[in-house]
């Protein structure tokens, strides 16, 4: 396991700034995710860790020590890339030695780790097959494993889901996850999907145009972000903007149509600020804490199961929101939506900000 730190690290390519003043700490045995959109930089962020693309600026350090400037094979990093990179000619088998053999470890050697890390991802018995003879998961267990394989220090995964459906998807994020805690392996995970981010990571760090944003806990990240940028890329929600009307115990914010309470305005009477109402926090019943009530009309329903997912226009404004499948919500129908305050995230609005 190894401690990886980040120093004001900055990469250009042209006018491009994919990395701007990065400063990360990722803890012994941590998974760790890079979240954003793309193009913010958060692959290159993760080539520079692995040693395959070197910073401009900034230092580079596991568990103190300064790999800036060191090859990838020197630094004993493994990275599994977003379309596998299998060897077509090579069988399985062939294809996790292959960095063993580079070693030059003795063939008996070889054999048994090659055989350990094929039953560690659950493809014991495949090593004579080639890779156009294995499905999508399977392949991507096969990347898997010739990383493994190496025993790295670091375990690098460049959004290696994305070639899987949704299904094969969760199933596949959940057998990484588990790998990663039974081997307590230091891992930084790149991906633009925020549900992914949020069910595999101990920490994640949110970039856009090369900056990290925020850096948190899933759930610390979810329902307190330090901007509108990660409010809003950050799970499903409706953004409005209004201004502030008074400030107390509450601060009620008036927006088109309708007023909010919230708890910890960031601005003062008469300043403009964004507010993020996550679906979620809803209910159509007022709940017993203090509250704000949105008075609208129905304008989508769409079950999806668990709950009824619903539209509500109310003033200029449309509202998401999730009601449990039972409740009665006509399309063009009048409804009442509650939100707790304490669960209402409002921020400075951005034209505000210094």
């Not at 692959?43 to 230092?59: K, Q, V």
Request: aromatic letters at 6%.
């Amino acid at each position: 396991m190894v401690r990886v730190e980040l120093r004001n690290v900055s990469k250009r390519f042209g006018d491009v700034n994919a990395a701007k003043d990065v400063n990360l700490s990722i803890g012994d045995g941590e998974f760790f995710t890079l979240l954003g959109p793309s193009g913010c930089g958060k692959t290159t962020t993760m080539r520079m860790i692995a040693g395959l693309e070197f910073p401009d600026s900034g230092s580079i350090l596991f568990d103190g020590v300064d790999v800036t400037q060191q090859p990838s094979h020197r630094r004993n990093t493994g990275m599994v890339f977003q379309n596998y990179a299998l060897w077509p000619h090579m069988t399985v088998e062939e294809n996790v030695a292959y960095g063993l053999e580079v070693r030059k470890l003795a063939r008996p050697e070889i054999t048994r780790r090659v055989a350990e890390a094929l039953e560690l991802v659950h493809l014991s018995g495949m090593g004579g097959r080639f890779p156009t003879q294995l499905s999508g998961g399977q392949q991507q267990r096969v990347a898997l494993a010739r990383v493994l394989v190496i025993s790295p220090s670091v375990l690098l995964l460049d959004e290696p889901l994305s070639n899987l459906d949704a299904k094969l998807r969760v199933e596949m994020r959940e057998e990484i996850k588990g790998l990663q805690k039974r081997l307590g392996i230091t891992t930084v995970y790149v991906t633009h999907d925020q549900e992914e981010a949020m069910t595999v990571s101990d920490r994640v760090a949110v970039q856009s145009r090369g900056e990290v944003l925020q850096v948190g806990t899933p759930e610390g990240v979810y329902d307190h972000p330090s901007s509108v940028f990660v409010a809003t890329f950050i799970g499903k929600g409706t953004l409005v903007e209004g201004t502030v009307r008074s400030v107390g115990k509450y601060a009620e914010v008036e927006v088109d149509g309708f007023r909010l309470r919230c708890i910890g305005a960031p601005a003062e009477v008469g300043k403009r600020v964004s507010i993020v109402l996550r679906p979620e926090n809803f209910t159509v019943t007022e709940p017993q804490e203090a509250n704000s009530r949105i008075d609208g009309t129905v304008e989508w329903v769409a079950f999806v199961g668990s709950y009824t997912e619903i539209k509500v226009r109310a003033g200029e404004r449309s509202i998401l929101a999730y009601v449990p499948p039972e409740t009665p919500v006509p399309v063009g129908g009048a409804i009442s939506l509650y939100v707790p305050c304490r669960r209402t995230i409002i921020l400075q609005h951005e034209d505000s900000k210094p």
